[in-house]
């Protein structure tokens, strides 16, 4: 939870260094004015500004929208144009405010980083944060009878190392090489009732491994396998 509250409180403050740069870039340009507009209408022009159409840019595994085309400035254009020299007066502004866009995808960029540092990929316990409620579903046939050991689990959760995921060879080894009748579920359990890191924007899928001992975490862009040096499942009683 410490990890977690320590990584909101910097995204908070690189947010509010963003709108600060752009308040003082604003107010140094107001200042320079000799005609001076009300406060409340250069915000609302800001905010306008803002508006444009963007496109999705993939950058350091996450993704970037980049604006291209200042929608809210042409907005603003054909609105005050109808009044003689309106337009001059909070062009600057309207400016500003489509070139913000950049300081948020600055901003942006820093976060990335940090989200790695914060939420490592390669460790199990960025996607098994809290346990407390963890629960086996069988998901095959195959699975035997058997149920979760939270404690063992938790505790050899910092200690599992990242392994290479062999989907394609998994499959071969399980529906290829083997009779219909023998084939037995490399991964016939699912993980439910867990949560990863707060803050960490990850909604994992787990499944465990027959012999207990391994995770096959999927992500929504990428899957990530886990061993533990001994099983944390147990037979039931």
């Known amino acids: 939870m410490i990890i977690d509250f320590t990584f909101n409180i910097i995204i908070f403050i690189l947010n509010l260094i963003a709108w600060v740069s752009i308040g003082f870039i604003s107010f140094q340009i107001y200042q320079k004015k000799a005609i001076k507009l009300k406060i409340w209408k250069v915000i609302v022009v800001l905010l306008i500004g803002l508006f444009s159409f963007n496109i999705n840019w993939p950058m350091f595994d996450t993704v970037v929208m980049v604006p291209i085309l200042p929608l809210g400035v042409w907005i603003l254009y054909f609105v005050l144009k109808k009044k003689e020299g309106r337009w001059e007066r909070y062009r600057l502004y309207a400016w500003v405010g489509y070139g913000a866009n950049v300081i948020f995808i600055a901003t942006t960029l820093l976060v990335v980083p940090l989200q790695h540092a914060f939420y490592p990929e390669k460790e199990a316990t960025t996607y098994l944060s809290s346990i407390e409620n963890a629960s086996l579903l069988p998901i095959h046939p195959s699975a035997p009878e058997k149920k979760i050991n939270k404690v ?59 012999d207990g001992k391994g995770l096959l975490i999927k992500t929504q862009n990428k899957e990530f396998y886990f061993r533990s040096a001994d099983s944390f499942l147990e037979e039931v009683n």
Request: net charge negative; glycine share 6%.
């Open 152 to 210: 063992d689990l938790e505790n050899q959760l910092p200690n599992m190392t990242v392994e290479m995921v062999y989907i394609q060879d998994w499959y071969e080894e399980t529906y290829m090489e083997m009779e219909s009748n023998e084939r037995d579920e490399r991964f016939p359990y699912q993980l439910t009732g867990v949560n990863a890191k707060w803050g960490s924007g990850k909604s994992p899928v787990i499944y465990i491994e027959n």
